[in-house]
């Protein structure tokens, strides 16, 4: 088997949601209606700018992402619609769909690599194309289109969690390191010790959960 990673020229309303921020967002597509995942941003103007283009039926916030549940499905006015050159190219298009900087990012699975490049020329024809990435699939180990990330997740307690983010939020995965564990207990209202305990524990949960696949 064979992936490409395409990032294509769009007029779609999900790919206009994306332009000019740092967000990006996943597209969940069914017959009746799509669930929207925005990763960044602020989720109170993503959520508006999901509004201005998109008729929504319900949304969730959280202080990582914004779920949207769409009105109805908005697959034909999605140009280009990539999955009518899929039966022409025997490929596949791996969920989800992705949005990032106004355009749209498609991941391709083919059974012959000619089918991927059949696929980019016909593409080319009408669009601005890139492909980001290729590769041979030559098992299924690490190999993302095959695996849940959230089925992957390892569950976390409320604190190790709360920490994590903590961490990440205030630059201390950065190079140089933005904060001190100290700090964070600081911030949280919890001791330097407690704090690296939870971090220590949430980092080694996720590294066992991962690990096989990197």
């Known amino acids: 088997m064979y992936e490409a990673t395409l990032r294509i020229e769009s007029s779609a ?3 206009a949601v994306t332009a000019n921020t740092d967000a990006y967002l996943e597209l ?4 009746h209606s799509d669930l929207l995942v925005v990763r960044g941003g602020d989720p109170d103007r993503m959520l508006e700018r999901v509004r201005e ?4 039926r319900d949304s969730l916030r959280g202080p990582e992402e914004l779920v949207v ?3 109805r499905c908005l697959q034909p006015v999605d140009v280009p619609t990539i999955e009518r050159y899929l039966d022409e ?3 596949l298009l791996l969920p989800p769909i992705r949005y990032e900087s106004g355009r749209k990012i498609g991941r391709v699975l083919a059974l012959d690599p000619g089918n ?3 696929l980019y020329a016909d593409l080319s024809e009408e669009y601005d194309v890139t492909v980001e990435a290729k590769r041979e699939l030559t098992s299924l180990q690490g190999s993302v289109p095959f695996v849940s990330l959230v089925d992957a997740l ?4 409320a604190r190790q969690r709360e920490v994590l983010l903590a961490a990440h939020r205030n630059g201390y995965f950065e190079i140089p390191r933005g904060v001190t564990l100290e700090a964070i207990g600081d911030e949280l209202g919890i001791g330097r010790r407690a704090t690296e305990e ?3 524990r949430a980092v080694n949960k996720l590294m066992d959960a991962f690990v096989e696949y990197l």
């Open 13 to 15: 309303p999900f790919a």
């Open 89 to 91: 190219t025997d490929s």
């Open 53 to 56: 283009h998109v008729p929504v």
């Open 28 to 31: 969940y597509c069914s017959d």
């Open 69 to 71: 549940i769409t009105e």
């Open 154 to 157: 390892p569950t976390l307690t």
């Open 198 to 200: 939870h971090f220590r």
């Open 116 to 118: 991927l490049a059949q």
